[in-house]
Structure formats: C-alpha cells, structure tokens
T-cell receptor
Framework: GNSVTQMEGPVTLSEEAFLTINCTYT??????LFWYVQYPGEGLQLLLK?????DKGSNKGFEATYRKETTSFHLEKGSVQVSDSAVYFC?????????????FGTGTRLLVSP | EPEVTQTPSHQVTQMGQEVILRCVPI?????FYWYRQILGQKVEFLVS????????KSEIFDDQFSVERPDGSNFTLKIRSTKLEDSAMYFC????????????FGDGTRLSIL
C-alpha cells in the first residue's frame, strides 16, 4: 500500500539557518505530493504541492521538488524564522484511490530559536 | 478566506456513550472528509463523502461510525458507542473537487473518552 516516511523530530534550528525536512514515499500509482503545516492549536494548512515528477512546489519561502527517481519530496527553506516553528506533515494522494484519501507521514516538529 | 469550522473544540464523553462531531465545510466544496490523529501517531484517513454518500472509507471506519450531511451546510461524524481507543483529535476537511484539488482542514475536535 501507499506510505510516507518522514525524518524524526524535533528539528531545532537557529533563526536564519537552512532547513531540510526529508520525506520519502511508497505508492502503487501516480501520486500527488503535499506538505501541510500545523501551527500550535490550529488545523492542518496546505503549504505546497506537486502533482507530477520534477514539479517544484513553493510557498512562503519553502520549496519541495517531486523526485520520482528517489521517491522523495524533501522540504527546504533557505532561512527559517521563529514564526516557522510548527509541525510539518508530508502527504500523498493517489490516482488509484481517486485522489480522495491523503496518506500522511508522522509529522516533523520544527523549533526555531532567535 | 473561507475556512472549515469544527465544533466543539474539545468533547469529553463517557465510554459507551454516543458522540457527534460537527463540521461546516467551505460552502462551494463538494467533497468532505474525516481524519483522526491519536496522540503521538499519524493523521489517519477515516472516510470521504461525495454526492450524499460515502465514496471511500478505511478499515478504522467500522459499524460504530457514521457520517451525515443533514442539511446544506453541516457534515457530521457520529460514533455510536465510544471506546477508550476512540480518544483522538478528529479533523474535518473539504475540497472543491477530487483530482489534485487541495483539501482544506478545520482546527479539529479533541475527543476524550473517560
């Protein structure tokens, strides 16, 4: 079946540091890939998405590239801010299930200190 | 920006009691979903709903669970006879369409079973 694997957290960084959160996936079909972010006390917000191989999703300085050859969708940001502290979830949806079900990774907590 | 709203934010219920979790999806959205997240675990898909019927459900969504769209705005999740292991955060989501349309999430209802 489909699955998503994320790096364990928490990831602790100083402000302006470079961020990478690793995500790899297993899918039987042709997945679309997503990053969601959850700020404290809030729901999941879509951060970015990519729907086919070599697509790059970007938003708010975050980027992720859909790499079919390595089945990866790593999240990066060049310079993190304290306000980026949150839990980040990698997820996929699959054409074989009509794209109706999101399969999530375990989430990675990011802590940014001033 | 339109958002998905969920009520209540926290529900405490005795084991064996029925509970109804409520959601108001974004008004022009056609697909509706429930997910849950047991503390410390992954966000898991429960059910998707379209055109007044369930379109997909997971193995978690057994006979104790049901969903309903009782009017034009609400989308509810009912658990008939709650168990201790039903304690979790429950997220409602909606999307404009299937395919690659992003799912928009509410802030969740924390369900505590005593």
């Amino acid at each position: 079946g489909n699955s998503v694997t994320q790096m364990e957290g928490p990831v602790t960084l100083s402000e302006e540091a470079f961020l990478t959160i690793n995500c790899t996936y297993t899918a039987t079909g042709y997945p679309s890939l997503f990053w969601y972010v959850q700020y404290p006390g809030e729901g999941l917000q879509l951060l970015l998405k990519a729907t086919k191989a070599d697509d790059k999703g970007s938003n708010k300085g975050f980027e992720a590239t859909y790499r079919k050859e390595t089945t990866s969708f790593h999240l990066e940001k060049g310079s993190v801010q304290v306000s980026d502290s949150a839990v980040y979830f990698c997820a996929l949806s699959d054409r074989n299930t009509g794209f109706q079900k999101l399969v999530f990774g375990t989430g990675t907590r990011l802590l940014v200190s001033p | 920006e339109p958002e998905v709203t969920q009520t209540p934010s926290h529900q405490v219920t005795q084991m064996g009691q029925e509970v109804i979790l409520r959601c108001v999806p974004i008004s022009n959205h056609l697909y509706f979903y429930w997910y849950r997240q047991i503390l410390g675990q992954k966000v898991e898909f429960l059910v998707s709903f379209y055109n007044n019927e369930i379109s997909e459900k997971s193995e978690i969504f057994d006979d104790q669970f049901s969903v309903e769209r009782p009017d034009g705005s609400n989308f509810t999740l009912k658990i008939r006879s709650t168990k201790l292991e039903d304690s979790a955060m429950y997220f409602c989501a909606s999307s404009e369409g299937s395919g690659n349309q992003p799912q928009h999430f509410g802030d969740g209802t924390r369900l505590s079973i005593l």
